[in-house]
């Protein structure tokens, strides 16, 4: 908007700008963004140990890192348009940022330093935003790629290599959405999706691929039938997500108009139900994200867990699953209705953050949440035992080829107190300073093997 001949004001991706000599041939701007935040994300990640801490990827506005809370200052850490970006919950030092398609930089230095992965890793594939997950156990990257291809980056922590892997069953599809399984090790699913509508329109696919980090086997794959667009175009997967302490529960959603947007399989992904029934229980709109909340979570009802959707108007949860009968509510206090690309948990003390397309990124804390011993599965052979007394906690373990372990303790409300990566071997933790009561272990290892035990400190 003109203000006179040579004073603009203009409202982009960034926010809002303003030039007072616009009739040069190199006129200034200046942001007018005091307290106003319109900084549009795709995606984020959060620190496994520092609650401050989370890189999100934005559009024209780099991949941005912060470290305090509040509206405060970031710091860009790689430039142009940011992707989805990663840090290892099992090495907080390995950080992964994205720029466009299959483009990707790594710090080694806890963000300290980002560095290029290079042209012989960095393909230039995928999509403009390309779908990834990190297995942070493994230290490998899943991308998308070209179609009828999925990408895998693996030795992030050494010498990464790049290795592109074609799928049959994909037919034209590309892949939209990646997920690592938490209750299988290496094992990823797949969405596929029409990326190119002028050379074929096929029915969205899921995949579920075993040995992921080797020569992959297609375990499953299913189509979803969900509908088309208002132009006649499918469905497109936007998200995946596996419930960790049920892996025969799978969520889909998809983020087009016009389509069943949110699809749930309780059988390992063999069939599917949709939970959106056209629209009736949830507007007719984009769903760009969803995730099964933590056992024991409050969400819009009284019942614990659920589902989180990120949605083209904020927020929605349900409390009770019941197919096409479920019952969505708005979940958007502190919230507007913005787009919403990106909801994680972060487990060590029980928030969401959640990534919107122009208004930032949000965290709000979850209540409720179970984190004691009944949900989780516990490998056998992994840990043989461990015993406390008001000294130190000790950690015997078991016989398998295990390499490292993640060893996470929380008192009795959920508090993380202890979280460090350790070789697979016997150990003594000092808990001298730790007041008397209840506490619970949690430890996975390097290929998701899991122990989850309570103790008591006398």
């Given at each position: 908007?003109?203000?006179?001949?040579?004073?603009?004001?203009?409202?982009?991706?960034?926010?809002?700008?303003?030039?007072?000599?616009?009739?040069?041939?190199?006129?200034?701007?200046?942001?007018?963004?005091?307290?106003?935040?319109?900084?549009?994300?795709?995606?984020?990640?959060?620190?496994?140990?520092?609650?401050?801490?989370?890189?999100?990827?934005?559009?024209?506005?780099?991949?941005?890192?912060?470290?305090?809370?509040?509206?405060?200052?970031?710091?860009?850490?790689?430039?142009?348009?940011?992707?989805?970006?990663?840090?290892?919950?099992?090495?907080?030092?390995?950080?992964?940022?994205?720029?466009?398609?299959?483009?990707?930089?790594?710090?080694?230095?806890?963000?300290?330093?980002?560095?290029?992965?290079g042209g012989a890793v960095n393909n230039d594939k995928g999509q403009f935003i390309n779908p990834t997950d990190l297995d942070d156990?493994?230290?490998?990257?899943?991308?998308?790629?070209?179609?009828?291809?999925?990408?895998?980056?693996?030795?992030?922590?050494?010498?990464?290599?790049?290795?592109?892997?074609?799928?049959?069953?994909?037919?034209?599809?590309?892949?939209?959405?990646?997920?690592?399984?938490?209750?299988?090790?290496?094992?990823?699913?797949?969405?596929?999706?029409?990326?190119?509508?002028?050379?074929?329109?096929?029915?969205?696919?899921?995949?579920?691929?075993?040995?992921?980090?080797?020569?992959?086997?297609?375990?499953?794959?299913?189509?979803?039938?969900?509908?088309?667009?208002?132009?006649?175009?499918?469905?497109?997967?936007?998200?995946?997500?596996?419930?960790?302490?049920?892996?025969?529960?799978?969520?889909?959603?998809?983020?087009?108009?016009?389509?069943?947007?949110?699809?749930?399989?309780?059988?390992?992904?063999?069939?599917?139900?949709?939970?959106?029934?056209?629209?009736?229980?949830?507007?007719?709109?984009?769903?760009?994200?969803?995730?099964?909340?933590?056992?024991?979570?409050?969400?819009?009802?009284?019942?614990?867990?659920?589902?989180?959707?990120?949605?083209?108007?904020?927020?929605?949860?349900?409390?009770?699953?019941?197919?096409?009968?479920?019952?969505?509510?708005?979940?958007?206090?502190g919230l507007a209705n913005v787009p919403v690309y990106m909801i994680k948990y972060r487990p060590a003390n029980t928030s969401l953050l959640v990534a919107t397309h122009g208004r930032g990124?949000?965290?709000?804390?979850?209540?409720?949440?179970?984190?004691?011993?009944?949900?989780?599965?516990?490998?056998?052979?992994?840990?043989?035992?461990?015993?406390?007394?008001?000294?130190?906690?000790?950690?015997?373990?078991?016989?398998?080829?295990?390499?490292?372990?993640?060893?996470?303790?929380?008192?009795?409300?959920?508090?993380?107190?202890?979280?460090?990566?350790?070789?697979?071997?016997?150990?003594?933790?000092?808990?001298?300073?730790?007041?008397?009561?209840?506490?619970?272990?949690?430890?996975?290892?390097?290929?998701?093997?899991?122990?989850?035990?309570?103790?008591?400190?006398?």
């Amino acid at each position: 908007m003109f203000l006179n001949s040579s004073t603009l004001l203009i409202g982009n991706d960034g926010g809002i700008y303003l030039s007072r000599n616009f009739g040069v041939s190199n006129p200034t701007f200046v942001s007018k963004n005091n307290g106003f935040n319109a900084t549009q994300f795709y995606g984020c990640d959060y620190h496994p140990t520092d609650e401050d801490y989370f890189l999100a990827g934005a559009q024209d506005n780099n991949t941005q890192q912060f470290t305090s809370p509040g509206m405060n200052s970031t710091t860009p850490v790689v430039g142009g348009d940011g992707g989805i970006p990663h840090v290892s919950q099992t090495d907080g030092q390995l950080q992964i940022a994205a720029t466009l398609n299959n483009n990707y930089y790594r710090s080694l230095d806890g963000g300290g330093t980002f560095s290029s992965l290079g042209g012989a890793v960095n393909n230039d594939k995928g999509q403009f935003i390309n779908p990834t997950d990190l297995d942070d156990a493994q230290s490998i990257l899943y991308c998308g790629n070209d179609t009828t291809h999925y990408y895998r980056i693996s030795n992030l922590a050494g010498t990464p290599v790049g290795t592109s892997l074609r799928i049959t069953n994909m037919g034209t599809r590309g892949v939209t959405a990646v997920k690592i399984d938490p209750t299988a090790a290496n094992t990823i699913w797949l969405g596929c999706s029409i990326v190119d509508e002028t050379t074929s329109n096929l029915v969205p696919m899921v995949l579920k691929i075993t040995n992921a980090n080797g020569t992959p086997t297609v375990g499953l794959a299913r189509t979803i039938s969900a509908g088309t667009d208002p132009s006649g175009v499918q469905g497109y997967i936007s998200s995946i997500d596996v419930d960790a302490s049920n892996g025969s529960n799978i969520l889909v959603t998809l983020s087009n108009f016009g389509v069943q947007s949110v699809w749930e399989s309780t059988d390992g992904g063999t069939s599917w139900n949709s939970l959106d029934n056209n629209g009736v229980n949830l507007p007719d709109m984009p769903v760009f994200c969803g995730i099964f909340a933590p056992p024991g979570a409050q969400l819009s009802g009284t019942n614990g867990g659920g589902i989180i959707l990120g949605t083209a108007l904020g927020v929605w949860t349900a409390s009770t699953i019941s197919g096409n009968t479920t019952q969505w509510i708005a979940n958007n206090n502190g919230l507007a209705n913005v787009p919403v690309y990106m909801i994680k948990y972060r487990p060590a003390n029980t928030s969401l953050l959640v990534a919107t397309h122009g208004r930032g990124l949000f965290t709000a804390a979850l209540t409720g949440v179970v984190t004691g011993v009944s949900n989780n599965v516990i490998t056998k052979d992994f840990i043989k035992y461990i015993s406390a007394d008001a000294n130190q906690l000790l950690v015997v373990k078991g016989d398998l080829n295990t390499v490292k372990m993640q060893v996470r303790i929380y008192d009795a409300a959920g508090k993380l107190l202890y979280n460090q990566v350790h070789p697979y071997q016997n150990l003594t933790i000092p808990i001298s300073t730790w007041s008397k009561g209840t506490y619970i272990i949690k430890m996975q290892g390097n290929n998701r093997e899991n122990y989850v035990r309570q103790f008591v400190k006398r």
